[in-house]
């Protein structure tokens, strides 16, 4: 099973597009998009359209939620443009999103459970960086009943293997997906995961299943000059040019 994740396309409708080209020229079970459909881009609606036309399941991001929001409270000021933006069919969508996608994988040795959260499985603002404390990541592993919990939210890609502090030679995976259309780690191309997981997959050892990334380029000049032409802050397009 090659399941691939999305996440972060933030409006950035030429970004969305290469990137499903890229996911469809391989041989992906299923894919999942772990939110932020909406804000710093001019193509909300796009974007919610083909997720939803490609039937892909999404989680509610802290701008998608955002998004929602603004529109229920009237707001019309220039900073909210990004989010004035998204039609009412899309808020509706939006607001129906999901908080966690969970999966569960039978192995030829155990189940695999897998949780797929924005944030984290308590807050979709609140950021697993891959630095985080060990204790405490692994806190969260065994709190939330899981052994591969992959998020978003940071735009920075990483997998983290660690190792279960109550079954020694048995570890969890922390994965995160990257941006597809905000990416914030130096390198201003798409950025996707795919996970595999085989009948032989086997969580007692630290490769048990394997994590890629990969990077998609697009036209991301046409797209920051887009930007620079529109109400959005200039600074939008400096952060696609330059990916932080």
Not at 61 to 67: I, L, P, Q, Y
Not at 176 to 201: F, L, Q
Not at 204 to 232: H, N, T, W
Not at 236 to 241: N, P, S
């Amino acid at each position: 099973m090659r399941i691939a994740i999305i996440s972060d396309i933030h409006a950035n409708f030429p970004a969305l597009e290469q990137t499903l080209k890229s996911i469809e020229e391989q041989n992906i079970d299923a894919v999942y998009c772990l939110g932020d459909l909406v804000g710093y881009n001019l193509c909300p609606n796009a974007v919610i359209n083909e997720i939803r036309k490609k039937h892909i399941p999404t989680l509610a991001g802290n701008h998608d939620v955002k998004a929602v929001e603004i529109h229920n409270d009237g707001s019309n000021d220039i900073e909210s443009y990004a989010y004035q933006i998204v039609g009412k069919e899309q808020i509706k969508y939006l607001s129906a999103l999901p908080a966690h996608i969970k999966l569960e994988y039978q192995t030829s040795n155990k189940l695999i459970k897998i949780l797929m959260v924005h944030g984290s499985p308590y807050s979709n603002r609140e950021y697993l960086l891959e630095d985080k404390n060990e204790k405490d990541f692994t806190n969260i592993f065994l709190d939330s009943n899981t052994d591969i919990l992959i998020c978003g939210h940071s735009h920075l890609p990483y997998h983290r293997i660690l190792e279960n502090p109550n079954k020694k030679g048995s570890y969890f995976h922390a994965i995160n997906a990257g941006s597809v259309g905000k990416p914030k780690d130096r390198n201003p191309d798409c950025c996707y995961a795919v996970v595999t997981i085989e009948k032989t997959s086997n969580l007692s050892k630290k490769d048990g299943i394997k994590v890629e990334f990969v990077r998609v380029p697009y036209d991301i000049e046409k797209a920051a000059r887009a930007i620079e032409e529109s109400p959005l802050p200039d600074v939008y397009a400096f952060m696609l040019r330059k990916a932080y």
